[in-house]
């Protein structure tokens, strides 16, 4: 006889989801997921050098000392038994074959971008638009960065009106993880007959 008979419920099965977190250079990747994962990130950040002069861009992020040069990874649990598996791609052009590797088995993608810098976001919506992969566009409220309506961003931009825009604090846990619950919502809405309504609506 089963051991879960009687009524009791059965302990949840675990499921892991592979989330990429994209952007251009300097929009709050690492710090995101730093925000929120449950375990000590993986960070592959390296000091900035003169090396890098002319090649990355540093309009509007003149103050970023470090950067991404492989991987950031991170994780955490949501309450229903659904773990999250973070890849942080870095920012840069030149690392963009990595991206690829990253976004392999991917359910999912949240590019985030800075409204100081939001042409930097049309390479990366063009690129999950290429490989098909359900994202939203998280708005990283940056300090005494400009303000515009979701709306304008998501015109801005020229995203589909599927496409799920949000305001997202990168340094906040509770901001981060309702970002991340949406775009789980987005991703599993995507399929036939989804449980997506397993994640509640956003508060």
């Given at each position: ?30 710090t995101l997921v730093g925000a929120v994962s449950e375990v000590r990130p993986l960070l592959t950040e390296a000091a900035m ?50 991206w690829d590797d990253l976004s392999r088995g991917a359910a999912g993608a949240v590019v985030l971008v800075d409204t100081r ?87």
């Amino acid at each position: 006889m089963s051991a879960y008979t009687n009524c009791e419920a059965a302990p949840p099965r675990l499921q892991k989801i592979k989330i990429v977190i994209a952007g251009g250079f300097g929009t709050g990747k690492t710090t995101l997921v730093g925000a929120v994962s449950e375990v000590r990130p993986l960070l592959t950040e390296a000091a900035m050098t003169q090396a890098s002069e002319g090649v990355d861009g540093l309009a509007g992020v003149e103050s970023k000392k470090t950067t991404t040069v492989a991987m950031d990874f991170g994780r955490i649990t949501l309450h229903q038994g659904i773990i999250l598996m973070l890849f942080g791609t870095p920012g840069q052009d030149r690392f963009n074959n990595i991206w690829d590797d990253l976004s392999r088995g991917a359910a999912g993608a949240v590019v985030l971008v800075d409204t100081r810098r939001l042409e930097d976001a049309f390479d990366v919506v063009a690129y999950f638009e290429a490989q098909q992969l359900p994202f939203l566009v998280a708005v990283n409220q940056f300090d005494r960065a400009p303000r515009y309506l979701l709306d304008e961003v998501r015109e801005a931009l020229r995203l589909d009106a599927s496409v799920p825009v949000v305001a997202c604090d990168a340094r906040d846990r509770r901001s981060v993880l309702e970002a991340l619950k949406d775009v789980v919502r987005h991703a599993l809405s995507r399929l036939p007959a989804s449980p997506h309504t397993v994640l509640g609506a956003r508060t």
